[in-house]
């Protein structure tokens, strides 16, 4: 499965944005779909996973609440919708892939095998 994020911008702090994931390949509706983000010089860290069916997700703590993952199978995309941005929040967000059973979630980076190429999302104070 080959994936692209895009959505990713400049916005102020308390606003929103939605970032998308579209992907090709027919193993998409067979794959858990993760995003994760990379601020500079920081590792690369979760914020949040879905499911094959979209019945399931997990986020990170720093982003409950606040972040939610959907998808579309029909259209082989997933979305995070982010609200209320922090500054803390700026990165370079990247969606990943891996084939998975229908229940499984997975929170590591070293889970997904797939990856996009990565959006950047900057937010001001």
């Known amino acids: 499965v080959q994936l692209q994020a895009s959505g990713g911008g400049l916005v102020q702090a308390g606003d929103s944005l939605r970032l998308s994931c579209t992907a090709s390949?027919?193993?998409?509706?067979?794959?858990?779909i993760g995003w994760f983000r990379q601020a500079p010089g920081k590792e690369r860290e979760f914020v949040g996973t879905?499911?094959?069916?979209?019945?399931?997700?997990s986020y990170s703590d720093s982003v409950k609440g606040r972040f939610t993952i959907s998808r579309d199978n029909d259209r082989k995309t997933v979305y995070l919708q982010m609200n209320r941005l922090k500054p803390e929040d700026t990165a370079v967000y990247y969606c990943?892939?891996?084939?998975?059973?229908?229940?499984?979630?997975?929170?590591?980076?070293?889970?997904?095998?797939?990856w996009g190429q990565g959006t950047q999302v900057t937010v001001s104070s």
């Open positions: 879905i499911n094959r069916s979209g019945t399931i997700t």
């Open positions: 390949g027919r193993t998409f509706s067979r794959s858990n």
């Open positions: 990943a892939a891996r084939e998975s059973i229908l229940t499984a979630t997975y929170r590591l980076k070293e889970d997904y095998p797939y």
